[in-house]
């Protein structure tokens, strides 16, 4: 299996936030045995993001998403990549309850009526519930690719990363990606180029 990171956020491409989330997503994708071919950095920007997804779909058999899944209006991940793919958006009344909770227990308020936009996702996927935040993530298989897509909220993408993407991957997958790291110091690289060359 091939696989490609999209990281979805303005914010990204400012330089506001560090993209740790690309770096955990690799590793843990490595580790199942799937091939990360390409990390991209993408901003709220529905035009471009819908070129990338042809793009990638067209060369990856797994296409996972970060950010873009919040309910302000430049969050567009969901619909821009359901567009790409052909599939509706659907709303499920049993994450909209999740997410009213949220607030009531966590934030303890009332739900914004915009954050009624996190309970609506792509027809017949597998939904990642997200009790460590607002924004649900989900899954579904069209033309042969598998796309998931998770919030970008760092703790939030691990967890649902960790509870509901490994899991699936895990159950289709045969093989691992097997790595050593050595660790070097006192050395040039080009003394270690030349004492590994025979490696």
């Given at each position: 299996m091939t696989a490609e990171i999209i990281c979805v956020g303005t914010?990204?491409?400012?330089?506001?936030?560090?993209n740790t989330n690309a770096q955990f997503l690799s590793r843990e994708l490595a580790e199942l045995g799937i091939s990360v071919l390409h990390q991209h950095v993408i901003g709220d920007n529905p035009g471009r993001l819908r070129d990338l997804v042809k793009e990638a779909k067209s060369r990856s058999d797994l296409l996972v998403f970060s950010g873009g899944l919040g309910p302000t209006e430049d969050d567009l991940t969901k619909?821009?990549?359901?567009a790409a793919f052909g599939l509706e958006l659907e709303f499920?009344?049993?994450?909209?309850?999740?997410?009213?909770?949220?607030?009531?227990?966590?934030?303890?308020?009332?739900?914004?009526?915009?954050?009624?936009?996190q309970a609506f996702l792509p027809k017949d996927c597998?939904?990642?519930?997200?009790?460590?935040?607002?924004?649900?993530?989900?899954?579904?298989?069209v033309e042969g690719v598998t796309v998931a897509m998770l919030p970008g909220v760092p703790h939030e993408c691990r967890y649902l990363t960790d509870h509901a993407l490994l899991p699936y991957l895990q159950a289709r997958q045969e093989g691992v990606i097997l790595s050593?790291?050595?660790?070097?110091?006192?050395?040039?690289?080009?003394?270690?180029?030349?004492?590994?060359?025979?490696?």
């Open positions: 914010e990204l491409l400012l330089g506001d936030i560090v619909e821009t990549v359901c499920h009344q049993d994450v909209m309850e999740e997410i009213k909770a949220y607030f009531k227990n966590v934030f303890r308020r009332e739900m914004p009526d915009c954050n009624r936009r597998a939904v990642f519930h997200n009790p460590v935040g607002t924004a649900p993530g989900c899954l579904f298989t050593h790291t050595l660790h070097v110091f006192g050395l040039t690289e080009p003394k270690v180029q030349e004492l590994l060359d025979d490696l």
